[in-house]
């Protein structure tokens, strides 16, 4: 059986596969994920998971370099915005429109899709190295 924290089979494999500067994303159930991109549904009923839930599960496994959220997010959902920095802790936040973002999630390793039904609660994690 598994060792580390994070359970699910997919997002290991994934973050198992990332190099540097690779990107994973994770978003709210309503956030378009283009076809060529890998899904991961998570979503079971509304907020089910949560957003912040499963940033931090990923977090546990992930050498996170930079985050990018739109910009939209801190105006819209502040409370939000303040979960993201908590677990961030000294990860480089940048921002970029919600257009932007969603376009991006192409060049995305996959996408993991939440319950989350708050409005801007999407984020990409760029990966780091651990040396």
Known sequence: MKKTALLNSEISEVISK????????IGDCGLPIPN???R??????KDL????DTLK?????????EAIIAAET?????????????NLKDVKINFVSHEQLKKM???????????EQTPYSNIILKSGVVF
């Open 36 to 38: 060529e991109t890998r």
């Open 74 to 86: 801190e105006d819209v959902n502040p409370k939000m915005y303040e979960e993201i920095k908590k």
């Open 105 to 115: 999630l192409k060049e995305c390793k996959a996408v993991i899709r939440t319950g």
């Open 40 to 45: 991961i549904d998570l979503a079971l009923i």
């Open 18 to 25: 990332m190099g540097h500067t690779d990107s994973i994303a």
């Open 57 to 65: 599960a990923v977090l546990l496994e992930l050498q996170v370099e």
């Open 49 to 52: 998971p949560r957003f912040i």
